[in-house]
C-alpha cells in the first residue's frame, strides 16, 4: 500500500510539467505570430505605397517623436512640384506638415523630413518595429494644372522606427 503514494506524486509532477511545456509552445507561437504579423503589415504597407502614381513612398522611417523621412518619387513622366506634404495620425487628431515647394523631375527621388511631436509613439522604445502609421495627403502642382491633391485615406503609410 505504501508504495503507491510515490507512483501518485511522479505522475502529478510529470504531468504538471506536460502541461507548462504546452503552455509556454502556444504561448511562443502567439508571440511569433503577432511578430509576423507585424512584419506582413509593414511590407504590404510598403509595396501598395511604392506601387502608387503620381508619387510613390519607397520608404518611411520615424527618428524618436523628432521627425518623420519619406522617400518620395516622381513616377510619372512630367515635373511634378509638391507644395505641402501632409502626414496625421492614424487616429485623426494629429497633423505633420512640410511645406517646402519641391520640384521632382520625372523618375526623381527625395528624402522628405516632416516634423513631429510628443503626439506620436515614441520611436526611441521601437526601434525596428512600426509603431506609427499615418494618413498621406501631398499637394502638388502639374503643369498647367496647380493645386491637385493627392491622398491615401484608403490606405495608412506604416513608418519603421530607426535610430
Not at 53 to 73: E, H, K, W, Y
Not at 103 to 127: A, S, T, Y
Not at 138 to 156: E, M, Q, R
Request: net charge negative.
Amino acid at each position: 500500500m505504501g508504495k503507491f503514494n510515490g507512483q501518485g506524486a511522479t505522475e502529478y509532477v510529470i504531468l504538471f510539467a506536460v502541461v507548462l511545456f504546452i503552455v509556454l509552445f502556444i504561448i511562443s507561437i502567439i508571440g511569433n505570430a503577432t511578430s509576423i504579423s507585424g512584419q506582413s503589415s509593414q511590407a504590404a504597407s510598403q509595396s501598395y505605397w511604392s506601387s502608387l502614381s503620381p508619387f510613390s513612398i519607397s520608404d518611411s522611417s520615424q527618428n524618436g517623436t523628432i521627425m518623420a523621412r519619406l522617400s518620395l518619387q516622381n513616377t510619372g513622366a512630367r515635373e511634378l512640384m509638391t507644395n505641402r506634404i501632409v502626414i496625421t495620425t492614424a487616429d485623426g487628431l494629429h497633423s505633420y506638415i512640410n511645406n517646402t515647394a519641391t520640384i521632382f523631375l520625372p523618375g526623381q527621388k527625395r528624402v522628405m523630413n516632416i516634423h513631429l511631436d510628443e503626439n506620436v509613439v515614441d520611436c526611441d522604445l521601437n526601434i525596428g518595429k512600426s509603431p506609427n502609421s499615418y494618413i498621406v495627403f501631398i499637394s502638388y502642382d502639374d503643369d498647367p494644372l496647380v493645386g491637385k491633391v493627392f491622398n491615401s485615406t484608403n490606405k495608412l503609410l506604416a513608418v519603421s522606427c530607426s535610430s
